[in-house]
C-alpha cells in the first residue's frame, strides 16, 4: 500500500486536515512520495564460500552498497621446546572491511566479479610462519583506476615463528588493508605477539579480530601446550605453544577465518 493512500485514510473528506495534532495531509502525501520514491532494497546476496563469483546486477538495480571483508590468516606454527624450555607462534592478521556505494553513473556493470578470500591454511609444526589470508573485492572495474573492484581489501598477513633457545618475542601479522576501489575502509587488527620469558612464562600470540559488521574474533592465544585456535569470520589464527617437549614434534598454528562479500542491490 502507497503511502499517500495510508495517510489518506486518515483524512476527513472536506477538510485539509484532521486527527489531534492536525498533520497538513497534502504535505505528508508529498513527503511520502518522496520516501516511495528513494531507493528501494530489491535483493540481498551473501557471499561467504571462498571462490570467485559472478554477480549479475536485477533487473530496475540502479545503484548497489557492498560490504567486503577480507580472510584472516594463520598463526605461526612453533617447534618443539626441549625440557626446561618454551616454544610460540605469533598470531595472524584479521581481516579488513571495505564498504562502497556504486551507482550506474559510476559505471556499475551488468555484471560484476566477486571474490571472497580464504582464510589461511595452517603450516605443520616445525617453526614455521602461518599463510597469508586471502583477498577480497567487489567489481573488475574501479573509479580510482587502480587496484581491483569498487570495493577491497587485502587478505591478513601471517603470524610467525619464535626462536625457542632463548628469552625472545616477536610481532603478530599485520591486518587486512585497502588494495584499490574508492569505498570507506577499515584496516584488520594485527596479531598478537608470541612472547617467551625463560625459564618457564610464554604466551603465544592471539589472533587479529576482523573489522567491520561481519568481522570475527581473533583465535584466543593458547597458554598452555598445544595447536593455535582458528578465527572465526575473517579472524587470524593464534600461534603454537610447546613446553617441556610437548607436543611431540611442536605445535601447529591455529587457521584463519574466511572472508565476505554482500551485495545489497536497489531500485
Known amino acids: 500500500m502507497s503511502g499517500?493512500?495510508?495517510?489518506?485514510?486518515?483524512?476527513?473528506?472536506g477538510d485539509p486536515s484532521s486527527g489531534?495534532?492536525?498533520?497538513?495531509?497534502?504535505?505528508?502525501?508529498?513527503?511520502?512520495?518522496?520516501?516511495?520514491?528513494r531507493h528501494q532494497l530489491i535483493e540481498k546476496r551473501i557471499y561467504d564460500v571462498p571462490g570467485t563469483y559472478t554477480w549479475t546486477r536485477p533487473d530496475d538495480c540502479t545503484c548497489v552498497y557492498v560490504e567486503v571483508?577480507?580472510?584472516g590468516a594463520s598463526g605461526g606454527s612453533?617447534?618443539?621446546?626441549?625440557?626446561?624450555?618454551?616454544?610460540?607462534?605469533?598470531?595472524g592478521g584479521g581481516g579488513g572491511a571495505s564498504s562502497a556505494w556504486v551507482t550506474l553513473a559510476d559505471g556499475l556493470g551488468a555484471t560484476e566479479q566477486v571474490q571472497v578470500g580464504a582464510g589461511g591454511a595452517p603450516n605443520p609444526p616445525g617453526g614455521y610462519d602461518g599463510n597469508p589470508g586471502g583477498d577480497s573485492w567487489f567489481g573488475s572495474g574501479s573509479p580510482t583506476g587502480s587496484g581491483v573492484g569498487w570495493a577491497s581489501c587485502t587478505g591478513a598477513e601471517q603470524g610467525h615463528r619464535v626462536d625457542n633457545t632463548q628469552s625472545n618475542n616477536n610481532e603478530g601479522?599485520?591486518?587486512?588493508?585497502?588494495?584499490?576501489?574508492?569505498?570507506?575502509?577499515v584496516a584488520g587488527c594485527s596479531g598478537g605477539?608470541?612472547?617467551?620469558?625463560?625459564?618457564?612464562?610464554?604466551?603465544?600470540?592471539?589472533?587479529?579480530?576482523?573489522?567491520?559488521?561481519?568481522?570475527?574474533?581473533?583465535?584466543?592465544?593458547?597458554l598452555s601446550y598445544g595447536n593455535g585456535h582458528g578465527g572465526s569470520r575473517g579472524g587470524g589464527g593464534s600461534g603454537g605453544f610447546s613446553k617441556d617437549g610437548l607436543p611431540v614434534g611442536g605445535a601447529a598454528g591455529g587457521p584463519g577465518g574466511d572472508g565476505m562479500v554482500?551485495?545489497?542491490?536497489?531500485?
Open 193 to 222: 605477539a608470541g612472547i617467551i620469558k625463560t625459564p618457564g612464562i610464554a604466551i603465544s600470540g592471539r589472533g587479529g579480530s576482523a573489522t567491520g559488521p561481519y568481522g570475527g574474533a581473533g583465535g584466543k592465544e593458547a
Open 173 to 185: 601479522g599485520a591486518g587486512g588493508n585497502r588494495f584499490g576501489g574508492a569505498g570507506l575502509q
Open 69 to 71: 571483508l577480507s580472510a
Open 262 to 267: 554482500v551485495v545489497w542491490a536497489f531500485r
Open 78 to 91: 612453533c617447534l618443539e621446546a626441549s625440557i626446561g624450555y618454551l616454544s610460540v607462534g605469533t598470531g
Open 4 to 13: 499517500a493512500s495510508v495517510w489518506g485514510d486518515y483524512n476527513t473528506p
Open 20 to 37: 489531534r495534532r492536525l498533520p497538513d495531509k497534502a504535505a505528508i502525501r508529498i513527503w511520502a512520495g518522496e520516501i516511495e520514491g
